[in-house]
């Protein structure tokens, strides 16, 4: 039988015995030298990123639908550098409330990157496959559309409780 009593220091359910439906998260622990080196590589990944969707979005010459998907991309990298400083700080500070969203995002952002770069495959065949009909019925506006639908129906699927 399950025992479960409050804590007296937080509002939230201790149970007695083990949760093996639970992400064992809280129960690593990380090095200063590890923090360091993964804030590094997050640092670099976002500066990286940034520069990506900066460049195309400032550029008038790449303002074509191939490179829209790819500031998209970056934009989902960041996202995931993003649930990476979010999974850091879970471990670091064993918060069990940040720690829930962590597990609640933890394969979103995976999910869409692997979506965009399918329909990113797919807008590439298009325009190599059926060049003509590709030029007249693609434009900047649909794809950005295309993308928020992807990510909205994706985001919507991934987090459902069902």
Same mark, same amino acid.
């Given at each position: =039988?399950? @025992? !479960?009593? &409050? %804590?007296? !220091?937080?509002?939230? #359910?201790? %149970?007695s015995s083990p949760n093996y439906f639970e992400v064992p998260i809280m129960a690593l622990h990380l090095t200063y030298a590890q923090i360091i080196f993964r804030l590094v590589v997050v640092g670099v990944g976002f500066l990286l990123n940034s520069l990506v969707f900066l460049v195309v979005s400032c550029s008038r010459q790449l303002r074509y639908p191939r490179h829209i998907f790819w500031a998209a991309v970056s934009l989902v990298d960041?996202? &995931?550098? !993003?649930?990476?400083?979010? /999974? =850091?700080?879970?471990?670091?500070n064993h918060n069990r409330l940040a720690g829930r969203f962590n597990v609640l995002l933890a394969f979103t952002d995976f999910f869409v990157l692997l979506l965009f770069l399918s329909l990113t495959a797919f807008d590439r065949?298009?325009? $190599?496959?059926?060049? /003509?009909?590709? @030029?007249? %019925? $693609? %434009?900047?506006?649909? #794809?950005?559309?295309?993308?928020l639908v992807a990510f909205t129906l994706t985001f919507a699927v991934v987090t459902s409780p069902f």
């Open positions: =039988m399950n @025992k !479960t009593a &409050f %804590s007296s !220091t937080e509002n939230d #359910v201790v %149970s960041c996202l &995931f550098l !993003t649930q990476c400083v979010l /999974e =850091m700080a879970v471990i670091a065949y298009l325009a $190599v496959a059926r060049y /003509e009909k590709y @030029k007249k %019925s $693609v %434009s900047n506006r649909g #794809v950005v559309l295309v993308l």
